[in-house]
């Protein structure tokens, strides 16, 4: 069974940086797309940014220079690095993953998720 664990969240001042790991249990990453979500409370999950099996990667416009997705297969690991938080990108982040195929923004797309951990960004 495929499991994905969230960590390195937390809560950080404005102007910070953080980086959140997902690692990948179960399986080997390298057959899968992964991506990052988020969800602010009262809010819709939003897509942050996904990495493909391939390498090829796709980004939100509204964080593209602010964060960046990464994987490291021989870790089993995908990253997300943020910089420049702001108190608006408070929100519980989720790994999600699915088979071999291209980036999507679309959570549906994804049929393995973590649990979320959350991340808080004071003024």
């Known amino acids: 069974q495929v499991q994905l664990v969230e960590s390195g969240g937390g809560l950080v001042q404005a102007g910070d940086s953080l980086r959140l790991s997902c690692t990948v249990s179960?399986?080997?990453?390298?057959?899968?797309?992964m991506a990052w979500f988020r969800q602010a409370p009262g809010k819709e999950r939003e897509f942050v940014a996904a990495v493909s099996w391939t390498g090829s990667t796709e980004s939100s416009d509204s964080m593209k220079g602010r964060f960046a997705m990464s994987r490291d297969d021989t870790k089993n690991t995908v990253y997300l690095q943020m910089n420049s938080l702001k108190p608006e990108d408070t929100a519980v982040y989720y790994c999600a993953g699915r088979g071999p195929a291209a980036p999507s923004r679309l959570k549906n797309q994804y049929d393995i998720w973590g649990p979320g951990i959350p991340v808080t960004v004071s003024s």
């Open positions: 179960g399986r080997t990453l390298s057959a899968y797309t």
